[in-house]
């Protein structure tokens, strides 16, 4: 009787073990459109988030967009980007209350506003605002480059 509390306690203790050493892992992704053309598919561990377009190729009705999720979704946040050129100077910001919702801006509008400036490279950032008003951390989820 005694041997089988004490293999009792050892599982428990062992399982009790293994779930406090566990660690949450959740996986950020995101989509990215040219007009409504998913073009490139992201996550938080992708290394290289660089597209590249060729400035003659780039209509006036073109846009850039892009859907971002998490498997913990914020049912009371909003959805944040916004896109910076090389120099960290913030272009345009646009803003969703809708998880995985399009975030778009005008291409032709982001290039000629960074080409004032002599930009060729523009930085995309996400974030999440609680409903709080509080920020949660930026994350840079594509590098834009336009020849």
Known sequence: MR?????QIIIIFGLLTISLQG??????????YYNDSVIAKFN???QDLTI???RKDIKPTDT??????????????S???????????ILRATETKEF????????????DFGEKNGSKRYDFLYWERTGDG???????VLQMIVK
């Open 23 to 32: 660690q949450c892992d959740t996986l950020d992704y995101w989509h990215v």
């Open 79 to 89: 959805f944040v980007l916004f896109v910076r050129d090389e120099k960290k100077r």
């Open 134 to 140: 509080e920020n949660g951390p930026s994350t840079l």
């Open 64 to 77: 850039i967009s892009i859907r971002h999720g998490d498997d913990t979704p914020c049912a009371d946040c």
């Open 52 to 54: 590249q377009f060729d």
């Open 100 to 111: 995985w919702g399009k975030l778009s801006f005008s291409l032709i509008d982001l290039i």
């Open 44 to 46: 938080s561990v992708s």
């Open 3 to 7: 041997t089988k509390t004490m293999k």
